[in-house]
């Protein structure tokens, strides 16, 4: 059964709702994708007002009859009552509760056959929100499908700033760096555009708003405050700590300060090697930022896509038995006084962690459930300490 929980003023793509690994999470972002993915293939857009109004009928409809949770507080709509109801619907809301997503937020609902009204009631906010996203986003794509992180810049400039509380000590570094979040996260670390579906459908600039909201009315943050002025301002002031020469740029000496110093040599060599970088293979702000969301999102595909091939030494695509003990080699540094350490055994406590017999591949690397523990096992002291000593 779903939990209470309060309403943000902004839509939410309905699986923040639920706890991370939901098996029927990716189902839903599945039928979303479909949904949005739909609307740019027939390159038309809803008429939003009478798409609003259809929907206010809807929930309307939905509110007049339904179920309450056993806590009381939670109203539950029956698949009878909810396919009674879109029968009499107009196109518009049946196209959005397709069967699969229908079917979707039952199960997520777990709840005898119903479906917790919250869920309805955010899905449809969030269909109606990235289509008027979408309409704002077209002066600033290349093309109806695919914007670039120059026109995603701009977009954020002028839509998004003027909404904080206060202005950002320069824009352009808070636009890219949002931007570069967003193209890290959508695995498009290294490509000038990305498409504007997935884009919308991956709710960044939901949260994005989420946010601004937040900071500019004294309100509870989000779970994921990575776009408040304050985690820009605490990153910016990161990368300039760490820039002793004061010229905009790090070098691999100065990044190895990175969090007190407690990311190994290796790992922090592979970080420019697999960078774009710049005047004398220095890392600039927005590769920084890439790091900084590969720590902080450990988690997500694009961290361990990122992880991997930095780990991947010899760049043949599978980690082997060679690279994972280079790895345990640098782990040692972290404690280069303790008698007890064995390189032999890291290296195959590592191996374990991922299963791994000769080699890994990627695709074998982002099903590992062990892989966010393994990238900060060999990368970092922190969490190299936090595993040895998980059964303290």
């Not at 110093?261 to 790992?267: A, E, K, S, V, Y």
């Amino acid at each position: 059964m779903t939990t209470e929980s309060s309403q943000s003023n902004i839509p939410q793509i309905p699986t923040s709702m639920f706890p991370r690994r939901h098996e029927n999470a990716s189902d839903l972002e599945k039928c979303f994708n479909e949904r949005v993915l739909k609307i740019f293939a027939e390159n038309k857009i809803d008429d939003l007002t009478q798409f609003r109004k259809d929907i206010d009928i809807f929930l309307i409809a939905l509110k007049t009859e339904f179920l309450w949770g056993l806590n009381g507080k939670t109203k539950y709509v029956t698949l009878t009552r909810l396919f009674k109801i879109l029968k009499t619907s107009p196109p518009t809301i049946r196209e959005t509760f397709s069967q699969n997503i229908v079917f979707t937020l039952v199960k997520i609902t777990n709840f005898n056959l119903a479906i917790d009204i919250v869920l309805i009631e955010a899905l449809v906010q969030t269909v109606i929100h990235a289509e008027d996203t979408y309409i704002k986003l077209v002066p600033f794509c290349e093309n109806s499908r695919e914007i670039s992180a120059c026109g995603l810049q701009d977009f954020v400039t002028q839509h998004y700033i003027p909404q904080m509380a206060e202005m950002p000590e320069r824009t352009d570094y808070y636009a890219a760096y949002a931007v570069e979040i967003i193209f890290f996260l959508l695995e498009a670390r290294r490509r000038e555009v990305i498409f504007v579906k997935d884009l919308l459908s991956s709710a960044l600039l939901l949260n994005m708003e989420a946010c601004i909201k937040a900071e500019k009315n004294g309100l509870e943050l989000p779970e994921n405050d990575i776009f408040t002025l304050s985690a820009f301002r605490s990153t910016l002031h990161e990368f300039r700590s760490l820039d002793a020469d004061r010229n905009g740029v790090l070098t691999e000496d100065e990044l190895l300060d990175f969090r007190n110093g407690g990311f190994n040599g290796i790992f922090i060599k592979r970080v420019f090697e697999i960078s774009l970088t710049y005047e004398g293979a220095c890392l600039d702000f927005k590769g920084f930022v890439d790091l900084v969301c590969a720590v902080r999102f450990r988690h997500t595909r694009a961290s361990a896509k990122y992880h991997f091939e930095a780990l991947d030494l010899k760049e043949d695509g599978v980690l082997d038995e060679d690279e994972i003990r280079t790895m345990a080699t640098a782990v040692r540094n972290y404690n280069p006084d303790d008698p007890q350490f064995n390189v032999d055994c890291v290296t195959a406590e590592m191996q374990d962690m991922l299963r791994a017999k000769k080699t890994i591949s990627l695709s074998e690397f982002l099903d590992s459930k062990m892989g966010p523990v393994f990238t900060g096992y060999v990368s970092n002291f922190a969490d190299f300490i936090k595993y040895e000593r998980r059964e303290q």
